[in-house]
C-alpha cells in the first residue's frame, strides 16, 4: 500500500458557520492546531463566521477557495445542509465527514420555522451525502448508528470531540463564587446547574420542574442555574420564564451568554449536574462537569450514555419527584456521591486531549495511506 | 460501559422515602404554558370551567398586555413605504395616547384577572381542607359505629367536647334544654 507522506496531504477542514464558543468551531480550531504540530499543512473554510474569530486562522469560502489536489484531504463538519458543499463535490481529492448529528426538526416545530426548515434540510443532506465520502468520523457510538441506518456503507471510527482540558484549568470568575457558592450544602442552599444553549430539544421545561419539587420537598434554598445563550424574545426561552413564574419556584438563575471564566464559576459551584436533553451527539458539557468533579443525573437519550460510559446517573425515566429526591440523595450522601465520582474518573481518562489526539492522526494517518 | 452503582435500588429507596413522607408532586404542566407568538382568538363558549384555559390566556395577557406603539413597516415598494412611514409620523400624536389608554386599561384587565385567579386557588384549597376534614369526621363515624356505639351521642360528644358518658350525656342535656325555652335543642342545622 502506498504510504503518503504526510508533508505532501494537505487537510482542508470545511464547515458552513464557525462561532465563538460553539462545539464544532471549538473542535475545528482543535483539529488545526494538532494537524499543525503534527506537520500538516492544513486551512479552515467557513462562510458564516463570527467576528471575533481571526481571519488568518479561518478563511471566508465566499472569498474563494482553492481546488484541492488528488492526495489532499477535505475534512467536512457535517451538521446542517450547506449551500457550499457542492464545492467538496465537485473537488477531485479524498473527503472526510466529521459526522456531529443533526437535531431533529420535530424540536423546533411549534418554535421556529427557520430552524425546523435548517434541520429538515439538515438531515435530507446528510442521508443524501451517503456515497460522497470515503471515510466517516462520528463524534459517538450513537452518531455512528444513524450514519449506519442512512445507508453509509464507507468505514465509520468513533472519534470523540477534542476537548483540551488545560483550558479548565484558567481562572474562574471569582465574582460568581462568592456570590453562589454553598458552604454546606448538604444542610442547605444547594446548587444545582446545567450547562447548554436555550434550546427545546434540552427539556430545560423537565430540569425545571425536577428542581421545583427538589426545592419544594427537599431543600428550600437550593439553587438553580442554567448557564446558556437565549434570545430575550426567543419563544421558547419566554416560555421557560413564564413557567418558573407559574410555579412559584425561586432561584432559577438564567445566565445567558458569559464569558469562560464565569462558565469555569458556575461548574465549579454546582453541588450537581442535571441533564434532562431529550437528543445530544455528544454532549460536552458532561465530560467538563466530569472534569470540575460534579457528579452528574442524565436522562438516558441520543449520546449521553456513550459520554457518561458507566459514570454518573443514568436516567431510564422522567419522573420529576424521583429526579429530585435523587438530586437529594447524590447531595447528601457522600459514599455515593464518592462512587459517581470514582466511576466518572474512570470515563474521563477516555477524553484525555493526548489520548484523542493521538486516535485522530492514527485514523487520519491510517486513511492516507490506503489506496484512493 | 455498564454502569458500577446500582441506580435501580436507589430509585426504590427513594420511592419508599417519598411514599412514607407523602412528599408534594404537583406541578403545572408545561403544556399549559402559552407560546409568546400564538395569535389568541375567542373559543367556544362551553360555560364549564378550566384552569388550564385560564391560565394560559392570564399568562399570555400578562405577557402582551403592552400593545407595542411602533410597528416595523414591512419592506416593498419604496414610494409605499415612504408614504406609510410618513403617515405613522403623522398621525403618532393621535395615536399615542389611545395606545397608553388601552395599555391601562389592558394593565388593569391582568391585575384584576390575577386577583380573580388567586381567589379561585384560594377558594380550591379551602375546599379541599374541607373535605379532607369531612373525610376524617366520616371515617370517625364509621369507626364508632363498628365499635358499636351509637353515632348521634357519639357525634354530640364530639361536636360538643362533653367526654362524659352516655346517660349522663342525655340528662346533661336535658337540663341544657330545660334551661333555655323548653323546647329540644337542636343538634345540627
Not at chain 1, 458552513?16 to 464544532?24: E, K, L, N, R, V
Not at chain 1, 446542517?80 to 473527503?95: G, T, V
Not at chain 1, 436555550?198 to 428550600?220: G, H
Not at chain 2, 406541578?27 to 400564538?38: A, R
Amino acid at each position: 500500500m502506498p504510504e503518503i507522506e504526510v508533508e505532501r496531504v494537505k487537510v482542508i477542514q470545511m464547515l458552513p458557520t464557525f462561532m465563538f464558543g460553539d462545539a464544532i468551531g471549538n473542535e475545528a480550531l482543535e483539529i488545526d492546531r494538532i494537524l499543525k504540530d503534527a506537520g500538516y499543512e492544513t486551512t479552515i473554510y467557513a462562510e458564516n463566521i463570527s467576528d471575533s474569530i481571526p481571519k488568518n486562522i479561518v478563511h471566508d469560502i465566499r472569498q474563494g477557495f482553492e481546488e484541492p489536489d488528488r492526495d489532499d484531504v477535505i475534512l467536512y463538519h457535517m451538521s446542517i445542509a450547506w449551500a457550499y458543499f457542492p464545492c467538496i463535490q465537485r473537488a477531485q481529492c479524498r473527503k472526510i465527514a466529521l459526522y456531529h448529528n443533526v437535531t431533529p426538526a420535530s424540536f423546533f416545530k411549534e418554535y421556529h420555522k427557520d430552524f425546523y426548515d435548517g434541520c429538515m434540510s439538515g438531515l435530507n443532506e446528510v442521508k443524501r451525502l451517503k456515497n460522497e465520502f470515503d471515510y466517516c468520523l462520528a463524534d459517538s457510538e450513537f452518531n455512528r448508528q444513524d450514519l449506519i441506518s442512512y445507508g453509509y456503507s464507507c468505514p465509520i471510527d468513533v472519534l470523540p470531540l477534542i476537548i483540551p482540558f488545560e483550558d479548565y484549568r484558567k481562572k474562574p470568575d471569582s465574582r460568581v463564587i462568592r456570590k453562589y457558592s454553598s458552604p454546606n450544602p448538604c444542610a442547605k442552599g444547594s446548587n444545582v446547574a446545567f450547562v447548554g444553549r436555550i434550546v427545546p430539544n434540552k427539556k430545560f421545561e423537565d430540569i425545571i420542574a425536577a428542581f421545583t419539587l427538589y426545592q419544594r420537598n427537599y431543600d428550600q434554598d437550593a439553587k438553580l442555574f442554567l448557564v446558556g445563550n437565549y434570545g430575550k424574545d426567543d419563544v421558547y426561552y419566554r416560555r421557560l420564564r413564564d413557567y418558573v413564574q407559574e410555579l412559584g419556584v425561586k432561584n432559577v438563575f438564567f445566565t445567558g451568554h458569559i464569558s469562560f471564566a464565569e462558565i469555569l464559576a458556575y461548574y465549579r459551584i454546582a453541588d450537581v449536574f442535571v441533564c434532562m436533553s431529550e437528543h445530544e451527539g455528544f454532549c460536552v458539557p458532561i465530560v467538563e462537569s466530569m472534569l470540575f468533579k460534579t457528579p452528574i443525573i442524565a436522562f438516558d437519550a441520543g449520546a449521553v450514555a456513550d459520554t457518561l460510559g458507566g459514570g454518573g446517573i443514568l436516567l431510564k425515566e422522567k419522573d420529576p419527584l424521583l429526579t429530585a429526591g435523587l438530586i437529594d440523595r447524590v447531595v447528601r450522601d457522600g459514599e455515593l456521591r464518592e462512587e459517581i465520582l470514582k466511576g466518572q474518573r474512570r470515563q474521563l481518562s477516555r477524553f484525555r486531549f493526548e489520548r484523542i489526539r493521538d486516535l485522530f492522526l492514527r485514523y487520519l494517518s491510517a486513511f492516507c495511506g490506503r489506496e484512493g | 460501559m455498564a454502569q458500577t452503582i446500582d441506580v435501580e435500588k436507589i430509585m426504590d429507596e427513594i420511592r419508599a422515602d417519598i411514599e412514607r413522607r407523602e412528599l408534594d408532586d404537583t406541578l403545572v404542566p408545561f403544556d399549559e404554558i402559552p407560546f409568546s407568538n400564538e395569535i389568541m382568538t375567542v373559543l367556544p363558549d362551553s360555560h364549564e370551567y378550566s384552569r388550564k384555559e385560564l391560565r394560559r390566556n392570564l399568562l399570555y395577557a400578562a405577557d402582551h398586555y403592552k400593545v407595542p406603539l411602533d410597528r416595523v413597516i414591512e419592506a416593498g415598494n419604496t414610494g409605499a413605504m415612504t408614504v406609510k412611514k410618513a403617515v405613522r409620523k403623522f398621525t403618532r400624536f393621535y395615536i399615542k395616547p389611545v395606545v397608553e389608554d388601552q395599555n391601562s386599561v389592558n394593565a388593569a384587565l391582568v391585575n384584576a384577572l390575577r386577583q380573580e385567579r388567586n381567589y379561585i386557588q384560594a377558594q380550591e384549597q379551602a375546599v379541599r381542607e374541607l373535605k379532607e376534614r369531612l373525610a376524617a369526621l366520616e371515617a370517625e363515624i364509621e369507626k364508632l359505629k363498628k365499635a358499636g356505639r351509637p353515632e348521634t351521642e357519639s357525634a354530640v360528644s364530639s361536636h360538643e367536647g362533653d367526654p362524659r358518658g352516655t346517660e349522663e350525656k342525655s340528662s346533661w342535656y336535658l337540663k341544657k334544654a330545660d334551661k333555655s325555652t323548653g323546647t329540644k335543642p337542636r343538634y345540627f342545622k
